[in-house]
């Protein structure tokens, strides 16, 4: 009940197209659900994040969409750059502020 | 200036031999974690404190234990070194409990 599933696990994307990332849980109690972005040998850092009273949440090129009843959250990255390629992680907040994460997403996008 | 920082970078050592992290945030925050990223990339929760105390304590081996002698700092110390405690170990922070978390850079630690 404390795990998030993340698909898909590699995702190759055309410069300018759109990446789609998917989260799944169970906890109902998760209070906050970010995306993290990751580039080789550097910390996560967050990217967005959204409440579960909240629909949809767009910065920029990026948006969660929030599906509360079916318990999915996904990133979508437009107009997708090189510069994205990154790993990205979803994650749900949990007591104590105690992040868990999913399994992960390596995104390349192709010049 | 690194709000996040850990040292070293880079640890490789010996099976058995202990070891230990720092970390310092310079951002006043009052929440600071270790996580623990796998070869896989899986990142996971070790140990979060709040003021000093400790708030989380995951199913992790006594080996490991952590310190917080000031809010600004959380080190990790790790006994009797294992082959499978190699991974790269992720100090981060946030304002409190319910805040932003901000992460250091990774130590990456080898167990030979």
């Known amino acids: 009940q404390q795990q998030v599933k993340q698909s898909p696990q590699s995702l190759i994307v055309q410069k300018g197209g759109i990446s789609i990332i998917n989260c799944a849980y169970e906890?109902?109690?998760?209070?906050?659900f970010p995306w993290y972005q990751q580039f080789p040998g550097k910390g996560p850092a967050l990217l967005i994040a959204?409440?579960?009273?909240?629909s949809e949440k767009k910065e920029g090129r990026f948006t969660i969409s929030f599906n509360k009843s079916a318990k999915q959250f996904s990133l979508h990255i437009m107009d997708s750059q090189p510069g994205d390629s990154a790993t990205y992680f979803c994650?749900?907040?949990?007591?104590?502020?105690?992040?868990?994460f999913g399994q992960g997403t390596e995104l390349s996008v192709k010049p | 200036d690194t709000a996040v920082s850990q040292t070293p970078k880079y640890l490789v050592t010996q099976m058995g031999n202990d070891k230990s992290i720092k970390c310092e945030q310079n951002l006043g925050h009052d929440t600071m974690y270790w996580y623990k990223q796998d070869s896989k990339k899986f990142l996971k929760i070790m140990f979060s404190?709040?003021?000093?105390?400790?708030?989380i304590n995951e199913t992790v081996p006594n080996r490991f234990s952590p310190k917080s002698p000031d809010k600004a700092h959380l080190n990790l110390h790790i006994n009797s070194l294992e082959l499978g405690d190699s991974a790269v170990y992720f100090c981060?922070?946030?304002?409190?409990?319910?805040?932003?978390?901000?992460f250091g850079e990774g130590s990456r630690l080898t167990v030979l």
């Open positions: 981060a922070s946030s304002q409190d409990l319910s805040g932003e978390l901000f």
């Open positions: 994650a749900a907040r949990s007591f104590g502020g105690k992040l868990i």
């Open positions: 959204i409440r579960p009273d909240v």
């Open positions: 404190y709040n003021n000093k105390e400790l708030i």
């Open positions: 906890n109902t109690a998760f209070d906050y």
